[in-house]
């Protein structure tokens, strides 16, 4: 069974940047497509972006593109989430998921596994 931890939330000031990282155990990570997604309070959660399986070609919701960047590294079997010039908006508690298969989506319902998140305050 595949197992997620996110680590690397925290408080970070305006413009600031954070790494998350998604550590994978009982599988191998790079089988899977992979998204990481985030919610804040009273809203839903939403995706921020993903990554195909065999290809690593990543996706990202508008709302982060050209900040954040995700990327694998199979021997640590781990994803990243790297965020720059982070945004009060930003704010949220931020969870990786799987989901076997080729494709990523950035819908949480396409996904099977999921970490327990990590929290991200982007304020001053």
């Known amino acids: 069974q595949l197992q997620l931890v996110e680590s690397g939330g925290g408080l970070v000031q305006p413009g600031g940047s954070l790494r998350l990282s998604c550590a994978a155990s009982?599988?191998?990570?790079?089988?899977?497509?992979v998204g990481w997604f985030r919610q804040a309070p009273g809203k839903e959660r939403e995706g921020v972006s993903c990554?195909?399986?065999?290809?690593?070609?990543?996706n990202y919701a508008d709302s982060v593109k050209g900040r954040f960047t995700m990327s694998r590294d199979n021997a640590k079997n781990t994803v990243y989430l790297q965020m720059n010039s982070l945004k009060p908006e930003d704010t949220a508690v931020y969870y990786c998921?799987?989901?076997?298969?080729?494709?990523?989506?950035?819908?949480?319902?396409?996904?099977?596994?999921w970490g327990q998140g990590t929290r991200v305050t982007v304020s001053s």
């Open positions: 990554i195909h399986s065999s290809s690593g070609s990543t």
């Open positions: 009982g599988a191998i990570l790079a089988y899977s497509a």
């Open positions: 998921a799987a989901r076997s298969g080729y494709a990523c989506y950035l819908t949480p319902r396409e996904y099977d596994y």
